[in-house]
């Protein structure tokens, strides 16, 4: 797998029913005990109550839900390797991330069942991403995910144009939105396919005045749309050296805005977003325990000694590492596969 993949930062979920702040993993409510669920088809991790005519289904009290019902996956209530939702009217047990599990540890070797549960919480994250972005993610298919990306970009760009055409009607002058201008051209990375998968989204919403190419990079070859072979510029050429230059341009951006968030997100602590506790505070409290996991073993006391924390602060940074740490990875029995809390 490349280095460079982007995972997309989680979204805060909150329980529907009390309020308290839940984590991507969590299979109940902290706070209330309440029983949660992913649901795919929103990207929320919301709570469900029982439907009272059957024993396996359940509702989603939100909105958005619009009174939808859900079962659980079949290993979140046989195994707890899982907590997202199937719809109802799904005739496959298994939610969509479980669908894509090949291979499964061995259940009957010790540590293997916290193993299973640590690749899936791994691989849910991974398609939560491909979700958040509207990316297929039932195998790879390219020229879908050429077709989501093109079509999301253009879209915007009708919605805008149709938007500037009645402004600049009701008020002569103004000056238009960034999206409501068409790009001169668009180089699509890819070969035929990919080409005709763009072209496809530009005929869909009637775009006209937009040009469209592809450059494939083996042999670096430009396709054209309706043609059944590629034009294939000499080496030496101004105008492929330009496509070239357009082409590598987007993948440094890509690459490196992907980078900085991975890299953010991984300089994150468990000590981030506690009130009243700024960066001097954090440094201190390190130094004194030398790591987040001895800090979350301590006593309220002993946190409150440290110079500058107070037993009000240590009482808050107690009980927020301590539901962090029941959010992030449950206990698990290797024998009968309970998840313990």
Same mark, same amino acid.
């Given at each position: 797998m490349s280095s460079d993949v982007f995972v997309a930062p989680m979204k805060v979920f909150h329980c529907d029913h009390c309020g308290s702040l839940v984590f @991507?993993?969590?299979? #109940?409510?902290?706070?209330?005990? #309440?029983? $949660?669920?992913?649901?795919?088809?929103?990207?929320?991790?919301?709570?469900?109550?029982?439907?009272?005519?059957?024993?396996?289904?359940? !509702?989603?009290? $939100?909105?958005?839900?619009?009174?939808?019902?859900? !079962? $659980?996956?079949?290993?979140?209530?046989?195994?707890?390797?899982?907590?997202?939702?199937?719809?109802? &009217? &799904?005739?496959?047990?298994?939610?969509?991330?479980? !669908?894509?599990?090949?291979?499964?540890?061995?259940?009957?070797?010790?540590?293997?069942?916290?193993?299973?549960?640590?690749l899936e919480v791994a691989k849910r994250r991974l398609l939560y991403t491909l979700l958040s972005l509207h990316l297929p993610i039932e195998g790879q298919d390219d020229t879908a995910a050429m077709y989501e990306v093109v079509h999301r970009r253009f879209l915007r760009y009708a919605d805008e144009r149709a938007r500037g055409a009645a402004q600049e009607e009701a008020e002569p002058g103004t000056e238009r939105r960034r999206f409501a201008y068409p790009p001169n051209l668009v180089v699509v990375d890819g070969g035929l396919p990919q080409?005709?998968?763009?072209?496809?989204?530009?005929?869909?919403?009637?775009?006209? &005045?937009?040009?469209?190419?592809?450059?494939?990079?083996?042999?670096?070859?430009?396709?054209?749309?309706?043609?059944?072979?590629?034009?294939?510029?000499?080496?030496?050429?101004?105008? $492929?050296?330009?496509?070239? !230059?357009?082409? &590598?341009?987007?993948?440094?951006?890509?690459?490196? @805005?992907h980078r900085q968030r991975r890299s953010k997100a991984m300089t994150t602590s468990d000590l981030d977003g506690i009130p009243g506790l700024g960066e001097v505070r954090r440094k201190a409290l390190l130094r004194v325990f030398g790591s987040v996991k001895r800090l979350r073993a301590a006593s309220v006391e002993e946190i409150a000694a440290v110079q500058g924390i107070g037993p009000v602060l240590a009482d808050t940074i107690a009980t927020r590492l301590a539901r962090d740490s029941s959010a992030a990875v449950p206990a698990v029995n290797v024998t009968t596969g309970e998840v313990l809390d």
């Amino acid at each position: 797998m490349s280095s460079d993949v982007f995972v997309a930062p989680m979204k805060v979920f909150h329980c529907d029913h009390c309020g308290s702040l839940v984590f @991507f993993e969590n299979t #109940h409510c902290v706070s209330c005990g #309440h029983l $949660l669920a992913f649901l795919p088809d929103l990207l929320v991790l919301g709570s469900l109550d029982p439907v009272e005519t059957s024993d396996l289904l359940w !509702r989603s009290p $939100l909105p958005a839900a619009a009174g939808r019902t859900y !079962r $659980l996956c079949a290993n979140y209530r046989d195994a707890q390797v899982c907590n997202w939702s199937v719809d109802a &009217d &799904d005739d496959n047990p298994l939610c969509r991330s479980c !669908r894509l599990t090949r291979v499964i540890p061995d259940q009957g070797v010790e540590g293997n069942q916290l193993a299973w549960y640590r690749l899936e919480v791994a691989k849910r994250r991974l398609l939560y991403t491909l979700l958040s972005l509207h990316l297929p993610i039932e195998g790879q298919d390219d020229t879908a995910a050429m077709y989501e990306v093109v079509h999301r970009r253009f879209l915007r760009y009708a919605d805008e144009r149709a938007r500037g055409a009645a402004q600049e009607e009701a008020e002569p002058g103004t000056e238009r939105r960034r999206f409501a201008y068409p790009p001169n051209l668009v180089v699509v990375d890819g070969g035929l396919p990919q080409v005709n998968a763009a072209k496809s989204v530009l005929d869909e919403l009637g775009i006209e &005045d937009v040009s469209l190419v592809g450059l494939a990079k083996r042999l670096e070859e430009v396709w054209v749309p309706g043609q059944n072979f590629p034009l294939i510029l000499p080496r030496t050429s101004e105008g $492929l050296y330009l496509l070239q !230059r357009v082409r &590598d341009e987007a993948h440094r951006f890509a690459i490196t @805005f992907h980078r900085q968030r991975r890299s953010k997100a991984m300089t994150t602590s468990d000590l981030d977003g506690i009130p009243g506790l700024g960066e001097v505070r954090r440094k201190a409290l390190l130094r004194v325990f030398g790591s987040v996991k001895r800090l979350r073993a301590a006593s309220v006391e002993e946190i409150a000694a440290v110079q500058g924390i107070g037993p009000v602060l240590a009482d808050t940074i107690a009980t927020r590492l301590a539901r962090d740490s029941s959010a992030a990875v449950p206990a698990v029995n290797v024998t009968t596969g309970e998840v313990l809390d």
